[in-house]
Each structure stands twice: as C-alpha cells, then as structure tokens.
C-alpha cells in the first residue's frame, strides 16, 4: 500500500506499508499482534544514520535570503537536493564554488542564468548545469515566482563553499 500521510489503520500487504511523510519515505513493517492492536515498526531506506550520520541532517531546512528562500529537500553523501524560490525582480548573487557542480531544473516561471560568459533563458522543464568553478547567477525577470530545484554533487556542499564576485545584498565577498 502506498499512501501520501501516515495510515491510521493500513491494510496488511503482505506485512508492509509504505508511506510518504515529508522526508524520507518510510516503509513501515506492519504485523498483527494481538486481536484489535498492531505493532507499526520503521524499517530504513538507507544505511542506519549511525553509519552515515550526516546524511539528511538538513533535510527540511529552510532559509529566507533577500532574494527569496530555499529548502533542502534530501541530501546524501556526494549530493543534496534544494528547492529554489526567487521573487520577481530579484537575483541570487554572482558566485562560484570550489567543490561542488549544480544543475538547475526551473519548475515554474523563467529564470535568467548567467554560467561563465553565457546567458541563458532557462524556462520550466529545462535545466543548465553548473561546472565546478564556474561563475554563475540566476535571476528572475518576471512578474512571477521562480521555482528551481537545484541538484548539488561533489565531496563537500556545505553552505561556506560559496564565494561571491558580485552580491547586490552586500554580503560575503561580492560588492
């Protein structure tokens, strides 16, 4: 059985339910204990956090920045998921990162991503992809909300790994 929030009174399929609360998924093994009663027990998806401890740590974190707001959907070692919001008329700060690549799919609305040298209009199932290094920015032209969700990879994604060329918020390095 899947369900999209957590089951009062699941079915039995075999012993398992499966059921998508937030992050992560969790499967539940369900088995009959007595005549009326269960017995509802979460069995992993990934390796136990104590072996990977800082996998997913930040998963549902949300951040409001002067351009909008993003939130870490899921994280793993090597990558990290985010959701992207930029307001109309706003822009994200020119930066580049020493450890880690990002590739950008727009969900909804255009974004304007500046990648190197290149200028791209990014529209909603298209995506660019950000090399390790390279300068890069996206902006949002419109009258709408932009909605990005941004895939992380490399060996290290923390949030100190930005370093800013231009910052129209005056944060960090950029001027």
């Known amino acids: 059985m899947i369900s999209l929030a957590p089951v009062r009174n699941p079915v039995d ?35 136990k956090p104590s072996q990977h401890a800082s996998e997913s740590e930040s998963a549902g974190i949300t951040e409001t920045r002067p351009w909008g707001r993003w939130s870490v959907l899921g994280e793993g070692k090597g990558y990290k998921v985010k959701r992207i919001d930029v307001d109309p008329g706003c822009r994200l700060s ?4 020493h450890h880690r690549s990002e590739h950008w799919i727009v ?14 209009s990014v529209h909603p199932q298209e995506s660019a992809f950000v090399p390790v ?42 001027k």
């Open 13 to 47: 399929f075999h012993g398992v339910v499966v059921y998508i609360h937030r992050n992560p998924h969790r499967v539940v093994d369900y088995r009959p204990v007595r005549e009326n009663r269960s017995l509802t027990r979460e069995v992993p998806l990934e390796p």
């Open 94 to 97: 020119l930066q580049f990162h």
């Open 107 to 120: 969900v909804s609305g255009t974004a304007r991503v500046i990648i190197g040298e290149r200028i791209l």
């Open 133 to 174: 290094g390279a300068s890069h920015r996206i902006e949002n032209p419109g009258p709408l909300p932009l909605t990005i969700i941004e895939i992380q990879s490399g060996p290290y994604l923390g949030e100190d790994d930005i370093v800013r060329l231009h910052d129209d918020y005056g944060r960090g390095d950029g």
